[in-house]
């Protein structure tokens, strides 16, 4: 994790912090500790991958067409996001982009062809691939295949 990361997540922390403290209502609290988590979660998430440009997530599901579970990812899920990001940013955007820029713009991505990804998937049968997909990140990074 570069510097930069570390100091934009200890400032946030800290605003985030002064700002519970001074809200009185109960719900407030629960909804931005809630906010705190989800967005905790999606770096997290990204950053435990090891996955941190569309090219990695190509690579890690579009390479081999002989498994037809990653294929199936690749078809439906990679290559919508990858369409989305490459509609979005130039070719040296996306090499420039950093790790929390991606993390952002995959959540929009998902986002934005969340009905073309669930189209295909339901087109091929396929629905549990969108959980399989998110579960893999965490197996590889942790070893746990």
């Given at each position: 994790?570069?510097?930069?990361?570390?100091?934009?997540?200890?400032?946030?922390?800290?605003?985030?912090?002064?700002?519970?403290?001074?809200?009185?209502?109960?719900?407030?609290?629960i909804?931005?500790?809630?906010?705190?988590?989800?967005?905790?979660?999606?770096?997290?998430?990204?950053?435990?991958?090891?996955?941190?440009?569309?090219?990695?997530?190509?690579?890690?599901?579009?390479?081999?067409?002989?498994?037809?579970?990653?294929?199936?990812?690749?078809?439906?899920?990679?290559?919508?996001?990858s369409?989305?990001?490459?509609?979005?940013?130039?070719?040296?955007?996306?090499?420039?982009?950093?790790?929390?820029?991606?993390?952002?713009?995959?959540?929009?991505?998902?986002?934005?062809?969340?009905?073309?990804i669930?189209?295909?998937?339901?087109?091929?049968?396929?629905?549990?691939?969108?959980?399989?997909?998110?579960?893999?990140?965490?197996?590889?990074?942790?070893?746990?295949?």
């Amino acid at each position: 994790m570069d510097k930069e990361t570390i100091i934009i997540g200890a400032i946030a922390l800290v605003i985030l912090i002064i700002v519970v403290r001074f809200l009185t209502k109960k719900a407030f609290k629960i909804l931005l500790v809630v906010i705190l988590l989800a967005a905790a979660g999606l770096f997290g998430y990204i950053y435990l991958t090891g996955i941190h440009t569309v090219a990695g997530l190509e690579a890690k599901y579009c390479e081999n067409y002989d498994n037809r579970t990653d294929s199936l990812k690749c078809v439906c899920i990679v290559q919508p996001i990858s369409d989305d990001f490459h509609s979005r940013f130039s070719d040296k955007e996306l090499e420039n982009m950093d790790e929390l820029t991606f993390a952002k713009e995959l959540s929009k991505a998902l986002i934005n062809k969340r009905a073309v990804i669930k189209e295909k998937l339901k087109e091929n049968n396929a629905m549990h691939l969108l959980k399989d997909f998110k579960d893999d990140f965490l197996k590889d990074k942790l070893n746990l295949e």
